[in-house]
């Protein structure tokens, strides 16, 4: 079982490697990093010169420092959506599934292979961007968030779950049908969260209820909510004026369902792999 | 021992569509086994439930000895899938490693048996370079060595000369002779019928998902078509009748049908002893296309 998952693991890996795809994705987040470190020198020496107390600029920094987060939040998101997409459809498509599935390996080793292989590339992937802005954020801020030991496995669990849904998918749907349902979820969840955090901020329960329905439909923004509130200053959290600061706190036990989401996601997806006709 | 492959009513639909009806086949060990028929016959569906690939409908069937679609079975059989194509970012020698791992061979016989199948292929030289850069027979040769890096026990071919030119042929031709010298099975899949005269010992006739007819191409079961050029009275007629089935003359040409070589000297001794004057004789065995014509039937439209 572990040599077959590893024997396909090493290859999607390699594939990744071999097909430039870790390239482009280490250039484009270069690229974003040098922009987000250009703009946050300017934004700091903008506010030193304008004043203003040690508290604000340190909330301030705190602010832009989550904003950058959040943006490598979404490139993750995409990243988790996009580069397993492809990986089952695609090879079932193009026939190179046939010559696979012939060999001595069990329909679950190709799914749970290509799953390990994306998870990696993933959290590869998030440690390098969420590491940059931290690391500009402290050189040039001063200022590092707090709780991020909690904050990015939040982060990398969204990914997971996207990973999972996007490999599960593939069993089943054409690459880009695969890829529109797995976005079409994420979107659910996005406006589902924003909808429950201006329905608690109303009072209104109807929208906290839709809310919740979509949180547990699709997970992935309920992570982001909660990363964002632990990395953030104890004073910014409680003031609650930022985007990034949710009304609504998703509990512990969202992250275990998030993490059971992901889990029965993959299984289903190597349950309808291993009937599938090839 | 075992036979290779065994299957009983093997039944595969497709919600209305029923790609093989009711497919009962035996093919020994060591033969070359030939699957004919028209395109849309069911042949690749059929050859994909025996590999597992899909989930028959009904039916039972083994191969070496164990249960269609076995894992442990799969890692004695190798399988060229028609229009091969894999990863092409991968160059040959990567390719043949990479399926020798997945075979679950040992790692100290998989580079120097990638070696001999890469010179047997004749693909040395190109061993380096990335399958995208592989014409269509190149990576069809490439998908033969593929399948053969487990030293099989069966091997499955699902067209494996198309896209060949003919030096590429002969080439798959000599392949699953030495195969066949080494005991290995070969299925062969093919419409090809002339690959199949040269290279099959048996051959299977499918339509719309049946095997309506077998044929031995190894042993003389085959009939004779002969024909003679003679002037010859209604007496030797007679006894030609006597000597072969299905006689007709027509304009000083006589064509029967004889059951072996040894029945030819006999007819020309009989017309030359009663006084024919014999001008022309030949035989020649019915050609698998006549074969396949006349068992498919009249029904048929180009697939």
């Known amino acids: ?266 299984a289903s997806g190597v349950r309808a792999f291993s009937k599938r006709g090839l | 021992m075992t036979a290779a492959l065994e299957t009983r009513g093997l039944r595969k639909e497709f919600g209305a569509k029923v790609a093989v009806a009711d497919l009962s086949l035996s093919v020994g060990r060591g033969e070359v086994f030939g699957f004919l028929g028209p395109n849309g016959a069911g042949k690749t569906t059929s050859l994909k439930m025996l590999l597992g690939l899909i989930e028959r409908t009904a039916g039972e069937g083994t191969l070496l000895g164990r249960p269609l679609g076995d894992r442990a079975a799969r890692a004695r059989v190798g399988f060229l899938p028609e229009h091969f194509r894999f990863h092409d970012w991968l160059t040959g020698r990567e390719l043949l490693r990479f399926h020798g791992q997945l075979y679950g061979m040992r790692a100290a016989h998989i580079a120097p048996r990638a070696e001999t199948l890469l010179a047997r292929v004749d693909l040395l030289e190109a061993a380096d370079r990335a399958l995208r850069e592989y014409s269509k027979g190149m990576l069809q040769r490439i998908g033969l060595a593929q399948a053969l890096m487990n030293e099989p026990e069966v091997v499955f071919l699902d067209e494996p000369t198309s896209g060949l030119d003919p030096i590429g042929r002969l080439l798959v031709r000599d392949i699953i002779h030495e195969l066949r010298d080494h005991g290995t099975s070969v299925f062969l899949n093919s419409h090809l019928l002339g690959e199949v005269e040269a290279t099959c010992d048996r051959v299977v006739f499918v339509k719309q998902g049946r095997a309506i007819h077998e044929l031995r191409l190894t042993d003389a079961g085959r009939s004779l078509a002969v024909e003679l050029e003679v002037a010859a009275d209604a007496e030797i007629l007679a006894g030609l009748e006597r000597l072969g089935r299905d006689v007709a003359a027509e304009n000083g040409v006589v064509r029967l049908r004889v059951e072996n070589e040894e029945a030819l000297p006999e007819i020309a001794r009989f017309v030359v002893e009663r006084g024919g004057r014999l001008y022309r004789m030949s035989a020649r065995r019915k050609s698998l296309e006549e074969w396949f014509l006349e068992v498919m039937g009249d029904d048929q439209r180009p697939g």
């Open chain 1, 1 to 266: 079982m572990i040599r077959g998952i590893a024997t396909v693991a090493r290859l999607t890996l390699h594939e990744a490697a071999r097909r430039r795809i870790l390239l482009a994705t280490f250039l484009c987040g270069m690229a974003f990093l040098t922009l987000y470190a250009i703009g946050l020198h300017f934004i700091v020496k903008n506010a030193n010169a304008q004043g203003g107390s040690f508290v604000q600029r340190g909330l301030f920094t705190a602010f832009i420092t989550l904003a950058g987060l959040y943006a490598v939040n979404f490139l993750t998101v995409m990243t988790a959506v996009l580069l397993p997409v492809d990986t089952i459809s695609g090879e079932i498509a193009s026939g190179v599934m046939q010559t696979l599935a012939a060999k001595p390996i069990r329909r679950s080793e190709i799914v749970l292979g290509k799953w390990i292989a994306h998870v990696l590339l993933v959290a590869a992937y998030l440690v390098l961007m969420a590491g940059g802005v931290l690391a500009i954020a402290r050189a040039i801020g001063g200022v590092l968030p707090p709780r991020i030991h909690l904050g990015l496995p939040l982060m990398l669990l969204e990914g997971v779950v996207l990973v999972s849904l996007s490999i599960a998918g593939g069993t089943r749907f054409s690459t880009v049908t695969n890829g529109v349902m797995a976005f079409g979820l994420y979107g659910l969840a996005f406006i589902g969260s924003w909808v429950e955090q201006i329905g608690t901020y109303a009072g209104n329960s109807t929208a906290r209820y839709i809310g919740t329905i979509a949180s547990l439909i699709m997970p992935t923004e309920s992570m982001w909510q909660l990363a964002a509130h632990h990395m953030q200053p104890a004073l910014m959290r409680d003031v609650g004026a930022s985007p990034f600061s949710p009304v609504s706190v998703p509990s512990t036990p969202m992250v275990v369902y998030a993490g059971l989401y992901a889990l029965l996601v993959l």
